[in-house]
């Protein structure tokens, strides 16, 4: 679901750099797929750190519910988006560096006591997960979403059924 205006998103993506895209846009479908309105943007926390303040302070403003956020290196956007606001804020470390994005999840998942950042995995696989753990969130007060969760896990367990059958007719094939 594209937003339109400002006011009709429930959760902010942002990420430090534009090259993250590729990685962040997992979240973003995940999204559109359960029909949450989401919005996202390019922020960093050392090179535009107002324009990061102000678009939290906008988000929250808007409604939003909650924020996934992407970054690689040093990975102080979740941090600090999450020392600007109460509302959950979902950490996604991006392999950016020859580290191959451990250092990002370390920055990540560290945070001081008082200041929590749900960390996810490295990559787009932890981007898919925030936006399912997103998803997860908003659906504890929405009968609809939820029902939405129930029926997504239900074809998740399908395909595992309907691979293992294929897999066991294989075999027998010899």
Same mark, same amino acid.
């Given at each position: 679901?594209?937003?339109?205006?400002?006011?009709?998103?429930? #959760?902010?993506?942002?990420?430090g750099?534009?090259? =993250?895209?590729?990685?962040m846009?997992?979240a973003? *479908?995940?999204?559109?797929?359960?029909?949450?309105?989401?919005?996202m943007?390019?922020?960093?926390?050392?090179?535009?750190?107002e324009?990061?303040?102000? &678009?939290?302070?906008?988000?929250?403003? *808007?409604?939003?519910?909650?924020?996934?956020?992407?970054?690689?290196?040093? $990975?102080?956007?979740?941090g600090?988006?999450?020392a600007?606001?109460?509302l959950p804020?979902?950490?996604?470390p991006?392999? $950016?560096?020859?580290?191959?994005?451990l250092?990002?999840?370390?920055?990540?998942v560290?945070m001081p006591?008082?200041?929590?950042?749900?960390s996810?995995?490295i990559?787009?696989?932890?981007?898919?997960?925030?936006g399912?753990?997103?998803?997860?969130m908003?659906?504890s007060? =929405? *009968?609809?979403?939820?029902?939405?969760? #129930?029926?997504?896990?239900? $074809?998740?367990?399908?395909k595992?059924? =309907?691979?293992?059958?294929? &897999?066991?007719?294989?075999?027998?094939?010899?």
């Amino acid at each position: 679901m594209t937003v339109k205006k400002k006011s009709e998103y429930k #959760v902010l993506i942002l990420m430090g750099s534009a090259s =993250d895209a590729g990685i962040m846009r997992a979240a973003y *479908d995940v999204l559109n797929d359960f029909g949450v309105p989401v919005k996202m943007a390019v922020s960093s926390a050392h090179r535009t750190h107002e324009r990061t303040a102000r &678009l939290v302070k906008q988000a929250v403003k *808007d409604g939003a519910k909650c924020f996934i956020i992407g970054a690689g290196m040093a $990975a102080h956007l979740a941090g600090v988006v999450a020392a600007q606001t109460t509302l959950p804020v979902i950490g996604v470390p991006i392999d $950016a560096s020859t580290l191959g994005g451990l250092d990002a999840l370390l920055s990540t998942v560290q945070m001081p006591p008082g200041v929590p950042v749900a960390s996810m995995g490295i990559g787009k696989a932890g981007a898919r997960n925030a936006g399912l753990f997103a998803v997860e969130m908003l659906a504890s007060g =929405d *009968d609809k979403l939820q029902n939405k969760l #129930v029926e997504f896990r239900k $074809a998740q367990a399908k395909k595992v059924v =309907d691979a293992d059958r294929k &897999l066991a007719k294989e075999l027998e094939k010899g």
